[in-house]
């Protein structure tokens, strides 16, 4: 997101903005974003990117990978380095067994997933993962008078406070799936204050399992081996079809040292400056104060 914000600002300043992507489409991050269930708003996010981006003129290098070199021998005034985050290892016994895969290879890539899935973290990709995991792939968003029943909202001049009785049951979620966090906090007590509490109740209506206080042991054929608390206690194994790592970003930021060293005036912004609880609104104003100051 930090990347369409610094190149639509900088280019609205009357600048020369090329933007180089290894993707083949634009979007990054939202692009997984936008299949979760209630983030189908992030469509149409990327849609304007793609006008603005346009619009603005900058110049958008699809498919891309470049290096410090390369970078250096356009001889750019400034560079900004918007390269966004990769996944953390967890250094798990196991980790490379071919049940496990990662949040990429599920929201991004679709790679095919079984009906019982472990989920290793419940950080916000961590409760990104099991709300798609338990819906149809092909699910619609649903209407304003399907949402209302789902969560039992009425019409507040009818139904006091706004709450329309008991909630009706959902449908049958589509995969069994446990939610694995090693903090003995309450899962999910990190998500924002305003949209958190959403998260919690809808994995909940749809029976997916939180633990906390775990450590994740071992991964086999049978699946995963968790223990309990800090002394690691009370071993139980977990057949699944598959285990998903959700264990945590790191910046991607390689090419801002090379570049530093070649005396280029160098800018980190977004993941690639701060990876830890991935925020929109914080990439954004960082993006957007970068460029008025380019």
Known sequence: MAKYISSIRTAERGHEVHQFDAADQIGGQLNMAKVIPGKEEFHEMLGYFD?????????????????????????????????????????????????????????????????????????????????????????????????????????PELARGGVDGVRPASDAPLRTVWLFQHSAEKAGSRLGKSTGWIHRAALKMKDVSTIEGVSSEQIDDRGLLVSFGP?????????????????????????????????????????????????????IAQASRLAATI
Not at 91 to 115: A, C, E, M, T, W
Not at 266 to 282: I, P, Y
């Open 51 to 155: 006008r603005r981006t346009q619009q603005t003129g900058v110049r958008v290098h699809l498919g891309k990978v470049v290096s410090a070199e390369q970078l250096v021998d356009r001889n750019f005034d400034e560079v900004v380095i918007a390269t966004g985050v990769k996944p953390r290892e967890p250094n798990i016994l196991g980790q490379n067994h071919p049940k496990v895969l990662s949040y990429i290879n599920v929201l991004h890539d679709r790679r095919p997933v079984g009906k019982s899935i472990a989920i290793i973290g419940a950080g916000g990709i961590g409760f990104d993962v099991p709300e798609y995991l338990v819906e149809p792939e092909q699910r619609e968003a649903p209407t304003m008078a399907q949402w209302r029943t789902a969560w039992g909202v009425g019409d």
């Open 231 to 283: 002394e690691r206690q009370e071993p139980t194994q977990f057949d699944v079809d598959n285990i998903v790592l959700c264990t945590g970003q790191k910046s991607l930021r390689d090419l801002a040292e090379p570049l530093k060293a070649a005396g280029v005036t160098v800018h980190v912004v977004g993941g690639a400056d701060v990876a830890t609880e991935l925020d929109a609104k914080r990439a």
